[in-house]
């Protein structure tokens, strides 16, 4: 293919209708989202036979697990987006198959320091948790496995972010679907033994994670190496370029993504300073976040892709048309679900519990701080809008004020004896501020001219 020539493939990016090109980047995206969060509470469940120890050892790694899983799929993955995404856009061909092979690279660097750090630093981490005898020692079998292929992890999903990014992204839904197909009898079988094969216990739960990574990545390499497809993955000599390419907007993601988990941690402990009620009932209602999130995520994928594509193309009237689309249905799509919530609170909080108690703590989380979601959807779009724009230290400081606002003020609040409602009004004006400070910054770094 002509390195100058746009893909015919990848051409309705730039130039189909917006809301159903979005609408076809996105579907494929919420498949392997619902098939990956299918096979976690399947998971959860098999792991729950096994008991308390168990049970209470996965809760110490998953947060871990999950910081892995942002900066790859949304942090260092959105610098591989991104930089793919200009140079298909550009018409560069070579440039993105180039891209490609250094973000195998970085695949390998990232994945060693994970595997480093969880052998390493995982006994006095989990420890420092409060894990204790049997718990620790599954913590660490678990930890073990999950963490030793963590360069697999990352390779999968770094190519995984390209193929979207290159408007492949059926691929990707095919192998989440046929992988939670190969869980579902996988992990319970290695888990809690079946015939010939013996019990593993949590460590047969960290096999069945990687066989389903390394089965991934074989098929995604044979798809990429022959070179019929949108990218193809070849060897190239190592070049600082591509990495500044990448790292430019993924490093930035990535600590974007630390400042987040941090957010949470701080209000959920801050929280837990009114008792085991307050906990349970934040707790259950913040779930709705973890159903939330993904969805606005599989969103923001298209919207990355689209807007680097049209900027690589410098059409830059239609980077700003979908980032100001993008905003919009955050922020809607956002309110729609604060709107339900707050009519119709026993909806959620009933499935969960039946404590007044806990019931009260999650419906006060709902009036107080669920109306402001729309501004957290609005934000979260702008940022995806923002690592296509390649202009990163407006959504930074956002998260770092967000930060600032939400787990300052918690902590302050419940230290002073507040009332909980207070800590929950400090959460909803971080938000309000997350949402507010993205749409300055991507205000101010629109393209000229639009």
């Known amino acids: 293919m002509n390195s100058n020539a746009v893909d015919p493939r990848f051409a309705a990016i730039l130039s189909g209708p917006i809301l159903p090109t979005l609408a076809r980047l996105t579907l494929p995206v ?119 292929g963590s360069v697999i992890f990352w390779m999968v999903n770094l190519i995984g972010s390209a193929l979207r990014a290159s408007g492949e992204v059926k691929l990707p839904a095919m192998v989440s679907i046929g992988g939670a197909v190969l869980l579902i009898p996988l992990s319970p079988v290695l888990i809690l033994g079946w015939g010939p094969v013996p019990a593993l216990g949590i460590a047969g739960a960290g096999i069945a994670t990687l066989l389903y990574y390394v089965g991934s990545l074989i098929i995604y390499v044979r798809w990429l190496r022959r070179g019929d497809g949108p990218l193809h993955l070849h060897w190239h000599p190592a070049r600082a370029a591509p990495v500044r390419a990448i790292m430019g907007v993924g490093l930035i993601s990535a600590f974007g993504a630390v400042l987040s988990s941090l957010t949470l941690i701080a209000l959920t402990g801050s929280v837990g300073q009114y008792g085991v009620e307050a906990v349970a009932g934040y707790g259950i209602a913040s779930r709705v976040d973890n159903l939330m999130i993904p969805l606005l995520f599989a969103v923001g994928t298209g919207v990355l892709t689209m807007v680097s594509a049209a900027s690589g193309a410098g059409l830059h009237h239609r980077a700003w048309a979908v980032t100001k689309l993008a905003g919009l249905l955050g922020f809607l799509g956002a309110a729609l679900i604060s709107a339900f919530l707050l009519i119709v609170p026993e909806l959620w909080m009933d499935r969960f519990t039946s404590d007044p108690q806990v019931f009260a703590a999650g419906n006060l989380w709902f009036r107080i701080a669920s109306p402001f979601y729309c501004f957290f959807g609005l934000g979260l779009m702008l940022y995806f809008a923002a690592q296509g724009l390649g202009q990163m230290r407006g959504p930074l400081m956002a998260g770092v004020i967000r930060l600032a606002i939400t787990a300052g003020g918690a902590t302050w609040l419940a230290a002073h004896a507040a009332p909980m409602g207070s800590v929950f009004a400090a959460a909803a004006a971080g938000t309000v501020a997350y949402g507010l400070v993205n749409m300055l910054a991507v205000w101010t770094a629109r393209p000229r001219g639009v």
């Open 30 to 148: 919420i498949v392997v989202i619902l098939a990956q969060n299918f096979v976690a509470v399947l998971e959860a469940y098999w792991v729950s036979q096994l008991g308390t120890e168990a049970i209470a050892a996965v809760a110490l790694v998953l947060p871990m697990v999950l910081l892995m899983g942002a900066m790859s799929g949304g942090g260092i993955g959105g610098g591989v987006a991104a930089s793919i995404a200009r140079a298909k856009g550009a018409g560069n061909q070579a440039l993105a198959n180039e891209l490609l092979w250094h973000a195998m690279l970085l695949a390998v660097g990232f994945g060693i320091i994970f595997t480093a750090a969880a052998l390493l630093g995982g006994p006095l981490f989990y420890a420092a948790l409060g894990a204790r005898g049997g718990t620790l020692s599954q913590a660490l079998a678990f930890s073990g496995w999950m963490f030793g």
